[in-house]
DNA sequence: GCTTGACATTCCACCGGCTGTAAGCTCAAA
DNA sequence: TTTGAGCTTACAGCCGGTGGAATGTCAAGC
């Protein structure tokens, strides 16, 4: 099949496939016409891909992925270990995340919202007093 | 102050206050000898736009905050909304990199983790069974 | 046979928010 | 006077794509 095709078959955008196959994640045979050419395996390979980074893994990390699913002599323990490094970074964002959310949420109940200049919003981003 | 002192003063790397001002979100006077020269006002302005940052405002909205700042017949409506709209882009960041967690905390306990190659992780990317 | 339109190709630029590096200027201290 | 720190500009690179330009290929319709 050709990439638009593959793209369909896969949810990535066509110009992601020639992206990931720069990146060396994706091979492809051509045709004599020089388009690339894909079968069930590399569509499978490309639904990978599109797994992994629905679960947020990095495209090296999703490298990594795929050179453990080759590897028919892996350890699950090597893939579990990446989850585990992987799911230590969500929770490190999700942290941050949720403590810029409640910051905020105190600074807007704060703010009177109305057709005054005073914000608590602005003193706070100005005068660094972002409780009390 | 010399730009190393601002950095040091506001919490923004010298680069990054360079960057600042390639964007217009900071202005600086110039010495004689071309070197950059900030008062206390300009540090506040650094200070208020780490800030910002801090919360996790884009540069265009900590533009927009400036602007808002720097108005004085501003309302704190005005304020109060765009705080809203990064809250919710927030929540919406904060939900879909929950979504991540909860799905791999659910394949980190279904893979052994073991020198087994079988692994409900790969297994999954490979072919879709996030869940059961 | 010719045109049209939907595909395909490569290559380069851009997004955000910096960070690193290189080459060169300025200045105070030893 | 020379060193070394600090300043300047400009360009490249990071991540993970996305957009666009210029060009090539192919099947269908006239």
Redesign the pocket.
Known sequence: M????AAVASGL????I???ESLGLIQ?R???????QYGTRDVERMQFLARS?TLGF???ECRSLLDLYDDPTRASASVNALAREHLDELDEKIRQLTAMKQTLIDLVSRCPGNQSPDCAILDSLAHGQAKQ
């Open positions: 050709l990439i638009k095709e955008p066509a110009k992601t020639r992206y990931y492809s051509r045709a004599g016409n020089g388009y690339r980074r990095s495209l090296e």
